[in-house]
């Protein structure tokens, strides 16, 4: 191989993990906070479904 | 709930459009070069060599590094608009007192926040691949790091005021004032000397240009995405508590 093709190799090696590390770390704490928060909106919306039919039929 | 639906279909064009842009970044948009290097003699390689005379021949060294930029930019620009969304909801807040301002202020703060940690962390992998260290007390670095406490703080001091009046007067005036950060570190760049790259002052290719301003949209949209859909789990909270308060009552 040729020595400047052997440092194209090395660089595009030695940058790697910083560049796959960046935008796995980005992706991954995006979903996880996305999910996170998409959870507890499904779980408070089934409590406010909950309680203000209970509240309607107290008043009913 | 609207804004929840508006929050979810944004959320998915965003990760479409963010999703496009890392596949340009890495397929279309041209690796960059950082320096140059020269060589003695010409060599069959996949650089472009030009001709320097008697030194022989050079070449761009390539700057793989680089690509963290396409999504780096975007993360960090949102984080900027975001936080100017908080300190307006901040002024609006202290000139009418209504406390739905407040929370969209704090709540614009913490999605905010959110995308200053991922720059934080973006840019500390992208200093060590490019520079060789973790992290350097240049401008950008240094000013963006202090906006970033700022709006710690922010929550420290939110948490610390029992009287809900007083926290969201005290949260508000620092909002503004973690905000005023925004445009001094976006400009501190053009001002003074620094080593941290400067977008657009030294010119892109358009195949460059293309997946950054894909990107840049499509985190423009996650960024309204995560505030709405904070938003709704707030006023999913409130509606709790009222109902709470009048099944109690």
Do not use: C
């Amino acid at each position: 191989m040729e020595a400047t093709n052997a440092e194209l190799y090395r660089l595009a090696l030695t940058d790697a993990p910083y560049v796959i590390a960046a935008y796995g770390i980005l992706w991954i704490s995006f979903v996880a906070y996305v999910t996170m928060t998409l959870r507890r909106v499904m779980r408070l919306e089934k409590a406010v479904v909950v309680l203000e039919e209970s509240l309607e039929r107290r008043e009913a | 709930m609207k804004q929840l639906r508006i929050a979810i279909i944004l959320l998915l064009i965003g990760g479409l459009l963010t999703t496009t842009a890392f596949f340009m970044a890495f397929f279309t948009a041209e690796v960059q070069q950082f320096g140059t290097v020269t060589v003695a003699s010409e060599l069959d390689t996949a650089f472009q060599l030009v001709s320097v005379g008697d030194n022989g021949f050079s070449y761009g060294r390539p700057w793989f590094s680089q690509k963290i930029f396409y999504f780096h930019v975007p993360v960090a620009e949102a984080s900027f608009l975001v936080l100017l969304l908080s300190a307006v909801f901040a002024v609006r807040f202290l000139m009418t007192r209504k406390r739905s301002f407040d929370t969209k202020s704090r709540i614009a703060m913490e999605t905010s926040l959110v995308f200053v940690i991922l720059t934080m962390i973006t840019g500390v992998l992208w200093t060590r691949a490019s520079w060789g260290v973790w992290w350097e007390w240049e401008p950008r670095l240094t000013t963006y790091f202090i906006m970033m406490l700022m709006m710690i703080a922010y929550f420290v001091l939110r948490n610390s005021i029992e009287d809900e009046e007083r926290r969201a007067v005290y949260g508000a005036a620092f909002a503004v004032l973690a905000a005023i950060n925004a445009p001094i570190s976006f400009m501190i760049t053009r001002v003074l000397e620094s080593n941290h790259p400067v977008v657009f002052q030294s010119g892109m290719a358009s195949s460059n240009l293309l997946p950054f301003i894909v990107a840049q949209v499509g985190m423009l949209m996650v960024g309204y995405a995560v505030y709405a859909l904070r938003m709704s789990e707030e006023r999913l909270g409130e509606r709790i508590d009222a109902a709470k308060e009048a099944l109690e009552g």
